[in-house]
């Protein structure tokens, strides 16, 4: 199972980017997926999630109304939209493959992970 992230970079606050998490090697429809972020000196914490087929989304309260996890399991891909970016998104965004249908926030429901890309946002 290989779970590559693409999109991260340098932006200014209010810029906007797109996540990308490309997924081989798993049956990706059947798997609920989630977008995870570590910052400096912090533990790594949930940002979204999304169900098997895209019906069922959630967020942390952070990004809420500022982002947008979606997937295309045509293209076995899954994305992160975030908008309106703040310093304090500045972190390593990390996809993750859940064996729940509608995975949920703990990080030990997820088995499968990707390596992460870096996302900063200057003041």
């Known amino acids: 199972v290989q779970l590559v992230e693409s999109g991260g970079g340098l932006v200014q606050a209010g810029d906007s980017l797109r996540l990308s998490c490309a997924a081989s090697?798993?049956?990706?429809?059947?798997?609920?997926m989630g977008w995870f972020r570590q910052a400096p000196g912090k533990e790594r914490e949930f940002v979204a999630a999304?169900?098997?087929?895209?019906?069922?989304?959630s967020y942390t309260d952070s990004v809420k109304g500022r982002s947008t996890i979606s997937r295309d399991n045509t293209k076995n891909t899954l994305y992160l939209q975030m908008n309106s970016l703040k310093p304090e998104d500045t972190a390593v965004y990390y996809c993750?493959?859940?064996?729940?249908?509608?995975?949920?926030?703990?990080?030990?429901?997820?088995?499968?992970w990707g390596q992460g890309t870096q996302v900063t946002v200057s003041s």
């Open positions: 090697g798993l049956t990706f429809n059947t798997y609920g």
């Open positions: 999304i169900s098997w087929g895209g019906s069922t989304t």
């Open positions: 993750a493959a859940s064996g729940n249908l509608r995975p949920g926030v703990g990080q030990s429901e997820y088995l499968y």
